[in-house]
């Protein structure tokens, strides 16, 4: 006989009506029930944290393996980051083509440029008039100089050191590791595929001129580390930018709002003490001076 009942007083109800006939069986049977809800509870259980492991799994591995796939990109692709997003920004000011102004920069930059950790990267120096104490340089070379930063550096070695820091963004292409983090899973999945179209349109989009210093503490450490090596490698003494530095430091509370290289780079104390550091290491050596008349140069960006 089967008694089927959807009630859940039915157990009680036929103990109580068996006067203690049927208590070890139901037992029994309520154990079992027990036992197999519990089961079927941790298979449950199981089945979506083996779901949820594997998504995690598959989520992590293509992020992984299009930052793989990033950092392996030729350095033609970082030179078309860095033209669009050049041609997408406002620089906040007219471009200064003064042949003596360019070339000083130029000549600084020539000076760092064999120095470069990667080959291929195409240097180009765009200087614009504008008081903001700043530099830059995209992926691919594109280097973006203000007149502010030449008005307030006592000489060229100053310049230079500015200058092989943001070079040494480029050379060790923080901005593509910038790009490969900010990725979508989607984007990330297209470009592990092999399908690399939209990635200097999103590349552009990231250097805007409002975040193009927002590197991590650990990439800027690093250009830090790398803007010395370069600058002692190309004979340019790496205490200048040390002491720029601590004249930015010691300036900013009398020029708020225009000393943008400082304030754009965190840490002060502890990066300038990495400096110090680094250079004190240095084996000595003559360093050679950059052969500009700088305080030419500073007389004709003071009359734009």
């Avoid at 809800?37 to 995690?56: P, T």
């Avoid at 060229?156 to 070079?167: F, I, K, N, S, T």
């Amino acid at each position: 006989m089967t008694i089927f009942c959807e009630d859940r007083g039915f157990p009680s109800a036929l103990a109580q009506a068996s006067a203690g006939l049927l208590d070890e069986p139901l037992r029994q049977v309520l154990r079992t029930r027990r036992r197999e809800a519990r089961r079927a509870w941790w298979i449950a259980a199981a089945v979506l944290a083996g779901i949820a492991l594997l998504l995690a799994a598959a989520y992590f591995g293509i992020r992984a393996g299009a930052r793989a796939a990033v950092a392996a990109l030729p350095v033609s692709v970082d030179r078309q980051i860095g033209d669009a997003a050049l041609r997408s920004m406002d620089l906040g000011g007219p471009e200064v083509a003064d042949p003596v102004v360019t070339g000083a920069l130029r000549a600084i930059v020539d000076r760092l440029a064999p120095q470069a950790a990667i080959e291929g990267l195409e240097f180009e120096v765009h200087v614009i008039d504008s008081p903001m104490v700043n530099a830059f340089a995209l992926p691919g070379g594109k280097i973006v100089v203000f007149t502010g930063l030449i008005r307030r550096a006592a000489d060229a070695e100053q310049v230079a050191g500015v200058l092989a820091h943001e070079m040494a963004h480029a050379t060790l292409r923080h901005g593509i590791e910038r790009i490969s983090q900010s990725l979508s899973l989607a984007a990330a999945f297209h470009l592990l595929l092999g399908d690399v179209q939209g990635l200097a349109g999103a590349g552009a989009d990231l250097f805007q001129l409002a975040t193009i210093n927002s590197y991590s503490r650990e990439q800027e450490n690093a250009a830090d580390r790398e803007g010395v090596r370069m600058l002692d490698a190309a004979g340019i003494d790496p205490r200048a930018l040390a002491r720029f530095f601590e004249t930015l430091r010691n300036e900013e509370g009398d020029l708020p709002g225009v000393v943008s290289w400082i304030s754009t780079h965190p840490q002060h104390e502890a990066r300038l003490a990495a400096l110090r550091d680094q250079i004190a290491a240095l084996p000595a050596r003559e360093y050679r001076p950059i052969g500009v008349d700088w305080a030419d140069v500073q007389r004709r960006v003071k009359k734009h």
